[in-house]
């Protein structure tokens, strides 16, 4: 099974800040990589496909970079209503795995 | 709009059976890969299994493997998960999705306590 490293598990930061999130993968996944977006009691929300392609109707703050094996997640300038839980998620091979999520907190 | 909407989920008992439904709207259902990803309370997401398009194909965790099947029926929409021999750990809020990660269901929570 690939293993998907996420790193911090959580992060506090301020509106406006430029905030980036890692995910790691223990073996080649190219540039199969989605991140996505999860607020409490409700479904995640896809972000960035294929690594660094913005979803349809995501805000241009949101971004994505990275192949092979690392893997970047950057919010330019911090929302209010960007606070929830971010995960990435490869789809290279099965089983899928995702990373273990960043709690995003406004500080 | 795209629906997905699961049912089926509630209060089991150890090594008992549910079977999960997810009803489709809003897309051409038949032409997509789906799956099931599950959601411990408080934790992070688990990929259960998948499904090709027209269901000849699937695979599975190996946490699941010979306990649940996946199925669907494209005439009617649905998207299934039958659940055997469950266990505490199958404790989670099940997520009907596509394959691609676009279109998620609002989950159903699968509660397995004596």
């Known amino acids: 099974d690939i293993q998907m490293t996420q790193s911090p598990s959580s992060l506090s930061a301020s509106v406006g800040d430029r905030v980036t999130i890692t995910c790691q993968a223990s073996?080649?996944?190219?540039?199969?990589l989605n991140w996505y977006q999860q607020k409490p009691g409700k479904a995640p929300k896809l972000l960035i496909y294929?690594?660094?392609n913005l979803e349809t109707g995501v805000p241009s703050r949101f971004s994505g970079s990275g192949s092979g094996t690392d893997f970047i997640f950057t919010i330019s300038s911090l929302q209010p209503e960007d606070i929830a839980t971010y995960f990435c998620q490869q789809y290279d091979n099965v089983p899928l795995t995702f990373g273990q999520g960043t709690r995003l907190e406004i500080k | 709009e795209v629906q997905l909407v699961e049912s089926g989920g509630g209060l089991v008992q150890p090594g008992g059976s549910l079977r999960l439904s997810c009803a489709a709207s809003g897309f051409t259902f038949s032409s997509y890969w789906m799956h099931w990803v599950r959601q411990p309370p408080g934790k992070g997401l688990v990929w259960v299994s998948r499904?090709?398009?027209?269901?000849?194909?699937?695979t599975y965790a190996d946490s699941v493997k010979g306990r649940f099947t996946i199925s669907r029926d494209n005439a009617k929409n649905t998207l299934y998960l039958q659940m055997n021999s469950l266990r505490a750990e199958d404790t989670a809020v099940y997520y009907c999705a596509s394959y691609r990660g676009d279109y998620w269901g609002q989950g159903t929570l699968v509660t397995v306590s004596s």
């Open positions: 073996h080649d996944i190219d540039n199969y």
């Open positions: 499904i090709d398009s027209d269901g000849r194909s699937t």
């Open positions: 294929d690594a660094s």
